[in-house]
């Protein structure tokens, strides 16, 4: 491939995954991050990302409403001639025209072995159920909540005396060596 697929990552917090998907990326995966967008201005990922150069968007629904923001969010996603979008700890949910519009090209990441535990409190409710292993998933979004296509799951124990954060952070490490894998899997298919 002559040039790397342009990737748009949708943050809304720490950005941990966002920054190993960036180091990935500089170290010669095939896509680089066109942009960095988030819902929360104030996000902490949104400044290390601005920090390393990247392009960043941020803007706030409040106030304007869902159809509004997600309309500019699009635009700018356009505007950096975004292929892909990769959703990495984006708290909010697309709505489906959005979604329709971006159709196939949305990626995330969710911390738990698909289809079990869509939603919150994942690794509670994994220690919870007893499970002797746990994981994350990267899928593709699709209208219904963490219930697209899963395109790459990685595993972990669940040991004695875990609880929801110190499964969360065994977790989180494999997050970011599978986002990477999987995006870069995407973009070359
Ligand atoms: C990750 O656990 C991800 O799987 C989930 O939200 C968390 C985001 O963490 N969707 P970070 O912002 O990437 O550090």
Request: aromatic share 6%.
């Amino acid at each position: 491939m002559s040039s790397k697929a342009r990737v748009g990552v949708l943050i809304s917090g720490r950005g941990s995954n966002m920054m190993a998907l960036a180091d990935a990326a500089a170290r010669g995966a095939p896509y680089e991050l066109a942009l960095v967008a988030s819902d929360r201005p104030e996000a902490a990922g949104l400044a290390w990302a601005r920090e390393q150069g990247l392009a960043t968007f941020a803007l706030s629904p409040r106030g304007i409403g869902k159809a509004a923001y997600e309309e500019a969010m699009d635009a700018a996603l356009r505007g950096a001639a975004v292929e892909v979008i990769a959703l990495a700890g984006y708290m909010r949910l697309l709505s489906d025209a959005f979604v329709a519009r971006w159709r196939g090209r949305i990626l995330n990441i969710h911390p738990s072995l698909l289809p079990k535990y869509k939603g919150l409190d994942t690794h509670g409710r994994a220690i919870a159920a007893g499970d002797m292993v746990a994981g994350c998933s990267v899928h593709l979004v699709t209208e219904e909540l963490d219930g697209g296509e899963v395109l790459g799951q990685a595993e972990v124990p669940v040991l004695p005396g875990d609880d929801a954060e110190t499964l969360a952070a065994r977790v989180l490490a494999r997050e970011h060596e599978l986002y990477p894998q999987v995006l870069s899997r995407f973009v070359t298919r």
